[in-house]
Nanobody, 114 residues
Framework: VQLVESGGGLVQAGGSLRLSCAASGMIFISNDMAWYRQAPGKQRELVAEITKPGSTNYADSVKGRFTISRDNAKNTVNLQMNSLKPDDTAVYYC?????????WGQGTQVTVFS
């Protein structure tokens, strides 16, 4: 299984970024997908998740600003991040979960400056 994130970068507060995660070596439609993040000195936390049928769940801190989506034809999951804040600065990880286990990408850095 391989999860490869892209789209991170440096952005000013109030701006937007779109993260993408390309999955391979797995049956994508059999996986719930999620984005996590980890800021320096903090624990990794769930940002957003999308189930196999497409139900979504968000951390309170990002509700109304972030949108998770999946494209089962392209084996990708995306995270559209709007109205970014300095507190959103973190390494963002793509994650997948099926009946056999959980899988993680290597992460992409998002830095929001004021």
């Amino acid at each position: 299984v391989q999860l490869v994130e892209s789209g991170g970068g440096l952005v000013q507060a109030g701006g937007s970024l779109r993260l993408s995660c390309a999955a391979s070596g797995m049956i994508f439609i059999s996986n719930d997908m999620a984005w996590y993040r980890q800021a320096p000195g903090k624990q990794r936390e769930l940002v957003a998740e999308i189930t196999k049928p497409g139900s979504t769940n968000y951390a309170d801190s990002v509700k109304g600003r972030f949108t998770i989506s999946r494209d089962n034809a392209k084996n990708t999951v995306n995270l559209q991040m709007n109205s970014l804040k300095p507190d959103d600065t973190a390494v963002y990880y793509c994650a997948a979960r099926d009946i056999w286990g959980s899988y993680w990408g290597q992460g992409t850095q998002v830095t929001v400056f004021s």
